[in-house]
């Protein structure tokens, strides 16, 4: 599954989504760092004056970002909502030990 995140370092809601999706195999990552330069940050900002899911976020005063992009186009701030792998933790195995069955 291909995602865009729109994104920037120095947002730590950021840090941890690029983490944790960078961390799932399935998942090809197109993060973009809108404090980069310009030209990507233009492009999140088409969106954001754009597209009616910021009215709210504009009105609190926040900035709308991570924003994810699907391969369907489907836009959301949360992106465990549409990627059940991130929340599906049912077998996921701590592997502490070298055998890797999760005996910490």
């Known amino acids: 599954m291909k995602i865009i995140m729109y994104g920037t370092e120095i947002c730590p809601d950021c840090v941890e989504a690029k983490a944790r999706l960078k961390s799932i195999k399935d998942i090809e990552l197109d993060y973009r760092n809108i404090t980069a ?3 990507t940050l233009k492009e999140f900002l088409t969106y954001r ?3 009616e899911m910021f009215d709210v976020v504009k009105c609190a005063g926040g900035i709308g ?3 994810f992009i699907l391969e369907d186009g489907t836009k959301t701030f949360d992106i465990s909502e549409n990627v059940e792998i991130l929340i599906n933790t049912d077998n996921v195995v701590s592997s502490c030990n070298i055998d890797g069955k ?3």
């Open 37 to 39: 330069n310009t030209s």
């Open 49 to 51: 004056d754009h597209e």
């Open 65 to 67: 970002i991570p924003l």
């Open 102 to 104: 999760g005996q910490c």
